[in-house]
C-alpha cells in the first residue's frame, strides 16, 4: 500500500490547529476573569439573600415564627447533623428520588425509541403518553397506595410514574429526529438493526433524551418529597410535615434548607454529566 | 493494495463486464398508487461496467442522489431491477460503499473513531484497524485532526473525513455524491488526483455524481448526462483519453473541446431545470 506521487501537501488550517498560540492573558484580567466567572456571580447571589434573610429576621422585622433566623436553622442543621438525622433523611429521599428516577427512565428511553421506529408501538402509546404528560401525577397517588401499599413501594412507583413522561416524550422526539444519512452510512457498513438502533440512534437522540432527563431529575425530587409530605414516616417531606405538627417551624425551614441543597447539588451535577456526554456536540463549545 | 483488502477474495468467476446494471427503474417521491408525488426519476436504463468510472452528470433536482440511494439499496426500488454482480440489490451492503452529499459523519465520534466504525465491523484485527484507518485519513490530508470531533471541522474537512472512511473499507462498488462539493479548488483538484490514483491502483466501480463538467471530463471514463427532473439518461460519452502521459490532461484540445460539448448538452438540461422551477 504505497502512496501515489502527489503533491506533498499539508493544509495550511491543520498546522494552524495543530500549533495554537497561547498567549499569556495578564494577572489582573485573569483574577477579574474569575472573580466574574458564572459560578461566582451565582454564588454571590444566593449568599446576598442569606445575608438579608438574617439581618431582616435579627432586626426584628418579621416575627421568628413566621420566619426564623437563618442562623436558628442552620443551628438545627448543624445538630441534626451532629445526631445523624440529616443524613437519614437526605439518604432515604435520595434513595426513593434515584429509584424511582432510574426505573422511570429505563422504561422510558426504549419505549420512547420504539415509538417512534414502530408504527404499532406508536399508535397504541402516544395517545396514552399525550394525555399523561400534562395531568397531575401526584392525582395517581391514592391508586398507588391501594395498589403497592403505605411504604417505600408505592412511594418509588409514584416517583418513576413522573420522571417517565418528559423522558419518554423527549425521547421519542429525539429519535424522530435523527437524519436518515447517518443511519444509512451505519447500514452500509454492515451494520445489524439492533446495532443501528444502540451505535447510532441513541447517541444521535442523546441531546435530547439529556433534556428530558434534566427535566426529569427536578420532578423526581418534587414528587419525592411530595409524596413523603403526604405519607408521612421518615424522609426530609416526612420530617417536614412532623415539624410542621409541632409548630416547630425551624425544623420547617431546616428541610426547606436541606432539599434545597440536596436539590442543587443533583441539578448542577447532571449538567456536568450533560456537558461531559456531549462533549463531541458543538453546544459545548461556544 | 489488494494485499490489504479486508474482504475475502472475490470468488465469482463471471467475466465481470457488467458492474450495475440498472433496468427500467423508476422512483416516486410521496403519493399514493402513482398519484400526485414528484416522480425523481423516469425509466431509468443504465449499465455501468465493472471497473470503471463512471460520471453522472445532470441539473439540481433531476434524481442524481436518489439513484446513488437506490443502487446502495437504502431506499426500495419501486420499480424496475437494479443488479450487480453480487445479484439483484434488496438493501445496504459493505461492498457498496458510499459517500453522501451531506458527509453524514458521525458527530459523536471523532474523525479516527469514524473511519474505524466501519473496519470494526468488517472484524479486522484492532492494529490492522489503527494501521488502516490512519492510512487513510493520511491520504485525505487529514493528519493531526484524529481526535477532532466532526463539529470542530471546515465543511470541507468533514468531506474528505467521509471519503477516508468510505474508502478505508473497500468496497467493490464506490457511490460518491458530489464529494468535492465543499472542498476549495486547490484541495478539490489534489483529491481529484488523488481519487483518480486510487482508482487506478483499485479499480472499483465507481459512480460520482457531480454539477461540474471539468471534474467529470477529468476523472470519468463515461459520463451519463441525466434530463432535468423526472430524471433519465439523455447522453451517454465515453472520454477516451490516454492518461499515461504525463503532461496536464486538462490542457489537450481534446480534452477542452469534450468539455465543452458535455457543457452543452448540460446547460440545456439546466435551462430545462430552471424553467421547470417555476
Ligand atoms: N424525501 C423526499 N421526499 C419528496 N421528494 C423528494 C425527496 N427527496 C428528493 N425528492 C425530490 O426528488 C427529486 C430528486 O431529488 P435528488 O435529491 O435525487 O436530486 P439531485 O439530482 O441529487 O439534486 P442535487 O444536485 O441538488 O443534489 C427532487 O425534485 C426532490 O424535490
Ligand atoms: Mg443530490
Known sequence: MTRPASPAFTPARARGRAAPGPQAPSMLGAVWRRLTSDTVIQLAVIAVLLIAWETVTRLGLVHPFLLPRLSAVLERIYNNALNGKVFMDLGLTLYRAAAGFFIGVAVAIPLGVMMARNAGVRWFFDPLVSIGFPMPKISFLPIFILWFGIFDTSKIVMIAFSCFFPVVSATYAGTLGVDKWVIWSARSFGARESQVLREVVLPMALPQILTGIQIAVPVGLITTVVTEMLMGGPGIGGSMMAAGRFADSVGVFAGIVEIAVLGAIVVKGVERMRAYLLRWHAEARH | ?278
Open chain 2, 1 to 278: 493494495m489488494n494485499a490489504a483488502r479486508p474482504q475475502p477474495a472475490r470468488t465469482d468467476t463471471a467475466p465481470g463486464d457488467v458492474g450495475i446494471e440498472i433496468r427500467d427503474v423508476s422512483h416516486q417521491y410521496g403519493g399514493r398508487g402513482g398519484q400526485g408525488g414528484v416522480t425523481a426519476l423516469d425509466h431509468i436504463t443504465l449499465h455501468i461496467r465493472a471497473n470503471e468510472f463512471h460520471a453522472l452528470l445532470g441539473p439540481s433536482g433531476c434524481g442524481k442522489s436518489t439513484l446513488l440511494y437506490l443502487i446502495g439499496g437504502f431506499v426500495p426500488v419501486q420499480s424496475g431491477v437494479i443488479e450487480t454482480r453480487r445479484g439483484v440489490v434488496t438493501g445496504p451492503s459493505p461492498d457498496r460503499g458510499i459517500v453522501f452529499q451531506n458527509f453524514a459523519l458521525f458527530p459523536w465520534k471523532t474523525v479516527l473513531q469514524n473511519v474505524l466504525y466501519g473496519l470494526e465491523k468488517l472484524g479486522l484485527p484492532k492494529k490492522d484497524r489503527e494501521d488502516r484507518a490512519r492510512h487513510f485519513i493520511d491520504l485525505v490530508h487529514l493528519s493531526g485532526f484524529e481526535n477532532a470531533y466532526p463539529s470542530q471541522l471546515s465543511g470541507g474537512m468533514q468531506q474528505r473525513a467521509a471519503i477516508a472512511r468510505t474508502l478505508a473499507v473497500d468496497p467493490e462498488i464506490l457511490l460518491m455524491d458530489e464529494p468535492f462539493g465543499a472542498l476549495d479548488a486547490q484541495t478539490r483538484r489534489v483529491m481529484q488526483e488523488e481519487l483518480r490514483a486510487i482508482f487506478e491502483r483499485t479499480r472499483k466501480t465507481v459512480v460520482f455524481v457531480t454539477h461540474d463538467v471539468q471534474e467529470a471530463v477529468f476523472l470519468a471514463d463515461r459520463i451519463s448526462i441525466m434530463s432535468a427532473r423526472p430524471g433519465r439518461i439523455q447522453h451517454i460519452l465515453d472520454v477516451d483519453m490516454d492518461r499515461s502521459r504525463g503532461d496536464e490532461i486538462t490542457k489537450r484540445p481534446e480534452f477542452v473541446d469534450l468539455g465543452e460539448h458535455i457543457w452543452g448538452l448540460v446547460r440545456d438540461q439546466a435551462i430545462a431545470a430552471t424553467r421547470g422551477a417555476h
